[in-house]
């Protein structure tokens, strides 16, 4: 027996009515996008949020890390993205050194992305001084989106791509951050690879949408990066990663099908050409010797 039709909710996303999914219960979804067919899948596959995130640097720019990224190439990324999205939030990373040194540096390019490259809302990572950060730009009436727990784009200071929060002190340093960033008015938070039941013991606490990415099933809602769940980057990625295509197996068969057909002689056909009325082509070749 096929599945019914399923009837996609077309009514643009907000702010209040990610809060509403909250309060009701309802499970968040947030998926990365990074151009214009990855925001059409997003689209039509219906998420309530999608986010540009730096991962764009590794996963579509070739970076070995979220750190080299520019906020040029971010802007043409959330734009291309922009361009494909109508109904989900749409929210831009706000790349490594672009936002952590002053609160006006901060305001400046959360308001790039959203004049320039149509974000609704920006995201950065980090509690501490990062929260000042996140109240200053909220202040400014650009709405933030907290990240705590992993924060890629200081990695090297938190040992390296590891879960964060193992132990009493380090999961309360997870908590101090989500809260503050709670307080400063951040719209929602990511939650990125925090033990499962740290997650658990924090969520009464959190007013705000929380999504997480590897930090289990009590969360608000959940983020994956677009090329993990569809296969389309080598390697089988972080634990949390859970495969739902293999879009690179896919690509890589359509081109070597399409290679051997050119070397073969079997592409193009008739029906992939042109046609020119006989009597234009007689024209052509009578006049062709004088060119
Ligand atoms: O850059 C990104 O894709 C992210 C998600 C993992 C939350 O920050």
Do not use: N
């Not at 033990?195 to 924090?202: C, D, F, K």
């Not at 690509?251 to 050119?262: L, P, S």
């Amino acid at each position: 027996m096929s599945a019914a039709p399923q009837v996609l909710d077309t009514l643009p996303m907000t702010l209040p009515r990610l809060a509403e999914k909250k309060r009701l219960g309802e499970p968040i979804v947030m998926v990365t996008a990074y151009d214009h067919p990855s925001a059409q899948v997003a689209e039509a596959a219906g998420v309530d949020i999608v986010l540009v995130g730096d991962s764009g640097a590794m996963t579509v720019l070739g970076y070995p890390s979220t750190v080299p990224v520019s906020i040029e190439e971010m802007l043409m990324l959330t734009a291309a993205v922009r361009r494909g999205l109508h109904t989900p939030l749409l929210v831009a990373d706000l790349p490594f050194g672009s936002y952590e040194a002053s609160d006006e540096l901060a305001i400046a390019t959360a308001q790039r992305f959203v004049k320039e490259a149509g974000a609704d809302a920006v995201k950065l990572e980090g509690g501490g001084a990062m929260v000042q950060r996140a109240r200053a730009i909220v202040a400014a009436g650009i709405p933030v989106m907290g990240h705590v727990g992993l924060t890629p784009q200081t990695s090297t200071a938190l040992g390296g791509y590891r879960a964060q929060g193992r132990t009493a002190e380090a999961a309360l340093k997870v908590a101090r951050a989500a809260l503050d960033l709670q307080a400063a008015g951040c719209f929602s938070i990511v939650w990125e690879a925090i033990p499962a039941a740290v997650a658990e013991e924090l969520m009464p606490r959190m007013e705000i949408p929380v999504i997480g990415i590897g930090a289990g099933a009590a969360t608000d809602g959940q983020v994956l990066v677009f090329h993990d769940l569809l296969g389309i980057r080598e390697g089988v990625g972080a634990r949390f990663v859970k495969r739902y295509g293999d879009v690179m197996d896919e690509m890589v068969r359509g081109v070597r099908a399409y290679a051997e057909d050119v070397r073969e002689r079997r592409y193009p056909e008739p029906d992939h050409t042109y046609s020119i009325a006989p009597e234009e082509l007689a024209e052509l070749r009578a006049r062709l010797h004088a060119v």
